[in-house]
């Protein structure tokens, strides 16, 4: 996230580790945090900056009493935005702690993707401040088709998966539009993604983009949270407040899960829709708003429709432009892309170790349903790196439930041989030359021919079987300029070949520095020649790698 200004969240946090997490998570969206000891230096620091988020342990107010939290919350600057974390407190609470002021509350422990959530809310609302999410850089070390990994325009989710390709052409279609769009998709998909680029390659990109998750806020709130309240409206409305729909005038408004919106606000959301106007709760004003509306959901509102519980006039009115996101068990093919954004963002975040994970944890991975879909990846992803003992995430990283519910899935990763040939022929055994790693042949291994009276140099002669064995299999690594776009450095499952040792010996400090020549040039042609890519393809920082292409004479 990047801001003309940098946004201030201060922490009223004793605990550290808790305050430390926070801390974290401010800092991946581009806030600057601080932590505060008590409430009035808080509140003070805050007003020096001009106003940003506090984000407090109700705990740190020495009370249970809901009076005396309450006159707390009423007593901060409306231009502080609070989020309240707490434990063991009831709905009717946390009802008053918002009607006081508080901009959202989560409950101890914290759910990490909650907090995400919560302060994607908050510092959306600093309208003093235009925010972006941080774009996801463009890299694909694990690229295995020859069309290249994309990204939507504002650059903040990558892919090549053909259905994810199809969203992105509408969303460059619609950027330019003010159309009402609905996002459909599972939850964890990514619609707030989709969502703010749609707003930041929009001529509204200078205005704020707000959004509102209308599931995760009490339905009793969520009127006063979209419309604003007046003064005394209601007990404990003791000042203004600007709602949502106000904040985002002449910019965008992001309703998520709008099938959980109330028959009652949906009636006054489609006069928004229509005219362009609203009351405040308590209010008798009329506010006139020029905003675009987003809107996401994980439920079927057609079904909704028929059963009564979603009106059809406001379906159709939202319902213009229709994006259906995939879920990820139907890109499957972007799995490897998205699991090397998330080890790059941990090892900056994190300060993780962890550069790449085996072929077989990738297989695992690859052959999961994901029900919580990226947002489950990117937590897996974490814990995987939090709890790892070494540089490489193993088998034995990964968690017990994802190994039982992919058992029987995983393909085998060791392919067919030319020992498989063996089996094949009752007189004649198959050897492969430790040369065949060092082959350029595209088809056949250094020493194998298609003639089957012809045969390697320093072993028996191969049958016309064994190439027939290898034909019909994946190559093993050997490649020509055709097979370069489409080698998975990560993923190639190596064999053990049967190898021919000469009496000789080997030297093998030479073959393995040729064959390390072999995979630096198959992945710069895997990459188009970006050194970056390729550097992070072979798992090599790009310092080393721009030291092995100097050594090698390659520009």
């Known amino acids: 996230m990047t801001s003309s200004t940098s946004q201030l969240v201060v922490l009223l946090i004793h605990n550290d580790k808790l305050a430390q997490t926070v801390s974290e998570a401010c800092h991946d969206r581009g806030a600057a945090s601080e932590r505060a000891t008590a409430m009035a230096s808080a509140v003070s620091r805050l007003t020096e900056a001009g106003g940003g988020a506090l984000i407090l342990d109700l705990s740190e107010l020495g009370t249970k009493s809901d009076k005396k939290i309450n006159i707390v919350l009423s007593s901060i600057d409306p231009t502080i935005k609070v989020i309240g974390l707490g434990s063991g407190y009831d709905l009717k609470s946390v009802t008053s702690f918002y009607r006081s002021g508080l901009a959202d509350f989560l409950d101890?422990?914290?759910?990490?993707?909650?907090?995400?959530?919560?302060?994607?809310?908050?510092?959306?609302?600093?309208?003093?401040?235009?925010?972006?999410?941080?774009?996801?850089?463009?890299?694909?070390?694990?690229?295995?088709?020859?069309?290249?990994?994309?990204?939507?325009?504002?650059?903040?989710?990558?892919?090549?998966?053909?259905?994810?390709?199809?969203?992105?052409?509408?969303?460059?279609?619609?950027?330019?539009?003010?159309?009402?769009?609905?996002?459909?998709?599972?939850?964890?998909?990514?619609?707030?993604?989709?969502?703010?680029?749609?707003?930041?390659?929009?001529?509204?990109?200078?205005?704020?983009?707000?959004?509102?998750?209308?599931?995760?806020?009490?339905?009793?709130?969520?009127?006063?949270?979209?419309?604003g309240h007046e003064k005394g409206a209601f007990t404990n409305a003791i000042r203004d407040r600007t709602g949502r729909f106000e904040m985002a005038d002449g910019g965008t408004i992001f309703l998520d899960e709008i099938g959980d919106m109330s028959p009652k606000l949906q009636v006054k959301l489609l006069r928004v829709i229509q005219e362009h106007?609203?009351?405040?709760?308590?209010?008798d004003k009329t506010i006139s708003v020029d905003i675009r509306i987003i809107t996401a959901t994980h439920v079927d509102l057609t079904q909704a429709v028929d059963d009564g519980r979603f009106r059809e006039d406001l379906y159709y009115r939202l319902n213009v432009i229709p994006l259906t996101i995939p879920p990820l068990?139907?890109?499957?093919?972007?799995?490897?892309?998205?699991?090397?954004?998330?080890?790059?963002?941990?090892?900056?975040?994190?300060?993780?170790?962890?550069?790449?994970?085996?072929?077989?944890?990738?297989?695992?991975?690859?052959?999961?349903?994901?029900?919580?879909?990226?947002?489950?990846?990117?937590?897996?992803?974490?814990?995987?790196?939090?709890?790892?003992?070494?540089?490489?995430?193993?088998?034995?990283?990964?968690?017990?439930?994802?190994?039982?519910?992919?058992?029987?899935?995983?393909?085998?990763?060791?392919?067919?041989?030319?020992?498989?040939?063996?089996?094949?022929?009752?007189?004649?055994?198959?050897?492969?030359?430790?040369?065949?790693?060092?082959?350029?042949?595209?088809?056949?291994?250094?020493?194998?021919?298609?003639?089957?009276?012809?045969?390697?140099?320093?072993?028996?002669?191969?049958?016309?079987?064994?190439?027939?064995s290898h034909l019909e299999s994946e190559p093993l690594t050997t490649y020509d300029q055709s097979q370069a776009s489409s080698f998975d450095i990560s993923l190639s499952p190596f064999v053990e070949p049967l190898i021919n040792f000469?009496?000789?010996?080997?030297?093998?400090?030479?073959?393995?520095?040729?064959?390390?020549?072999?995979?630096?040039?198959?992945?710069?042609?895997?990459?188009?020649?970006?050194?970056?890519?390729?550097?992070?393809?072979?798992?090599?920082?790009?310092?080393?790698?721009?030291d092995k292409l100097k050594k090698r004479g390659i520009d």
């Open 329 to 468: 068990r139907a890109r499957s093919g972007d799995i490897p892309l998205l699991v090397d954004y998330f080890l790059a963002r941990l090892r900056e975040t994190r300060a993780s170790k962890v550069t790449s994970l085996t072929p077989e944890v990738m297989s695992v991975l690859k052959a999961y349903h994901w029900p919580g879909n990226i947002r489950e990846l990117e937590n897996l992803m974490e814990r995987m790196v939090i709890l790892a003992d070494g540089p490489i995430l193993t088998i034995d990283d990964l968690p017990q439930r994802l190994l039982k519910d992919t058992e029987g899935k995983v393909q085998p990763l060791v392919i067919a041989t030319y020992a498989d040939a063996q089996t094949k022929t009752s007189d004649q055994s198959t050897f492969l030359d430790f040369s065949t790693l060092l082959s350029d042949s595209p088809d056949l291994p250094s020493g194998a021919s298609s003639d089957p009276t012809s045969g390697p140099s320093t072993g028996p002669p191969t049958s016309s079987v064994a190439t027939e």
């Open 502 to 546: 000469p009496a000789q010996g080997v030297d093998l400090s030479s073959l393995v520095g040729q064959y390390e020549d072999r995979l630096i040039r198959a992945a710069l042609a895997a990459n188009g020649g970006v050194k970056n890519q390729t550097a992070k393809a072979l798992g090599l920082s790009r310092t080393t790698f721009l």
């Open 108 to 227: 101890l422990p914290v759910d990490p993707f909650l907090l995400s959530r919560a302060l994607n809310n908050v510092l959306g609302n600093l309208a003093t401040v235009k925010t972006q999410p941080a774009p996801i850089k463009q890299k694909d070390p694990f690229e295995s088709q020859n069309q290249p990994a994309q990204s939507i325009p504002g650059g903040f989710i990558v892919g090549r998966d053909p259905s994810l390709m199809k969203v992105f052409r509408i969303v460059e279609k619609v950027a330019a539009t003010d159309s009402t769009v609905m996002i459909h998709g599972e939850s964890g998909t990514g619609k707030e993604l989709i969502a703010r680029d749609i707003h930041q390659t929009s001529p509204r990109s200078t205005k704020p983009l707000i959004p509102v998750n209308c599931g995760a806020i009490p339905e009793e709130l969520l009127e006063t949270e979209l419309f």
């Open 277 to 283: 106007e609203f009351e405040k709760v308590g209010g």
